[in-house]
């Protein structure tokens, strides 16, 4: 009798200690949980800064109307370069970010990205030079690489399952918000008339540029007042508590996979692995797909304004188009959350190209037509935001998460190489071809739908597997 009373405290004991285990787990489980939810509030306001920056694209067309009060040769064109050199100089310094965060920190390297680019904002604000300019959007486009990718890289960290549904959100939310930044921005600080920029007026020129000078400092003042919400809500995610209390195979892996969690820690074996993926054909096909890829995606977003101007589509209409384009995006966003955890990327990839290639072919002589010309920035808009929600869990899957910044970087680099190769070749037609526009725009759409049957020839082949650095 006594033997079997022991028994069942035994037994009562270790139940009691399993229920308390068990409880100390969901307890700890959750708390890592709201850490995650923290942290993807901290990359929702970090994305929303440099959303900010990229409307600023909207006003392109009123800081040349001032520039050629000291330049009478300069022509819309020459605004085609502001941004895809901001591009360009972010896909090729994006690995950087990476490289800091590993030496001071990402809060530290946060503050850094935001000081270059108040920093550029605060010289532009005296800059009388177009060419000047150009230099400042690539300073701004090094101060948006060096940040841009550690919030993202945090938060899918503690969701290792939901990786594109993670990156939809982060990309929902400030794109929504904008759409609404957008209009405040041109309505009520850059152009309160709703005036053409294309009035020859000094006068009209001058005052262009003071509300410009003024949005400068608006968004001198938001990028401070973002990085300060970021830093205070920045959760750096523990791989350990991953490990114990973390979502999915892959944390498993992860924790059975000894050599893999010994190789986290090791920074010449992370080298080494960078190398071995870079140097490798699959990394080059990713890269030469993207290239290919993005043609259409450049000659519209750069050239959409200029277009719509010399075609005398209506300067409010404009505006809405530019807000539609943001919305259109952030459903394309939800949509694609949804969808491009569930679906191989070579899928989604596939569609996405059948629609860039359908749009370049079909609306290339349709720019005059006023319902048409927004059907081809609403695709634009649906495939960019939906590609840019799928590649990145894509890389983060197949090159592991401690080597995503940096390989990912050199990878996505080819978008922005695209994006000022595409900018020069459209700038070249149209100032020295001696016809007409018109025959200028339709020959860039269809060049990009032929790029676009090469990407999709690359892109069949890619898989979701993850890359192999032992063999």
Known sequence: MEEEKSKELLNEEKFEEEEMSDKSFKEKRKAYIIKGLISLFSCIVHTLGYFSVWTLGNSVVYLISFRRKFNQNLTFSYG????????FS????????????DKIGG????????LILCTSFSIMYFSRNIFFDYILMSLNGIGIAVGINITRKNVCSFFMNSQALICGIISLVPGFLSAFINIFNEK????PLSESPTIENLYYEEKIFLNF????LF????LIVICIITLATYIPNNPKETIKYGFGEKVNENKNNKKEKEDKTNEISKQLKIKKAIYNIRAVKLFLMIFLFFPTINFVNNTWRPIGIYYKINTYYLQLVGSFYSIIGCVSSVIFALVGD???FRILFVIFVVLLTFSSFTFSNTFNNDILFVCEIMIISFVLNGFNIIIDPHMMKVYGMENYIEIGGVIRSSAGICEIASVIFAFYLENNYSGSKDYVYNFMYIFSGCTGII????GIFETDEKFNYYN
Request: no cysteine; net charge positive; hydrophobic share 50%.
């Open 80 to 87: 085609y370069f502001l941004f895809p050199i901001m591009n």
């Open 90 to 101: 972010l896909s090729l310094s994006s690995p950087i970010g990476g490289v800091l965060e």
């Open 107 to 114: 809060k530290k390297t946060i503050i850094l990205s935001t």
């Open 188 to 191: 009520y600080i850059l152009n």
């Open 213 to 216: 000078q003024k949005l400068l």
């Open 219 to 222: 968004e001198i003042g938001f």
């Open 342 to 344: 569930r679906i191989q």
């Open 455 to 458: 990407s999709l020839l690359l």
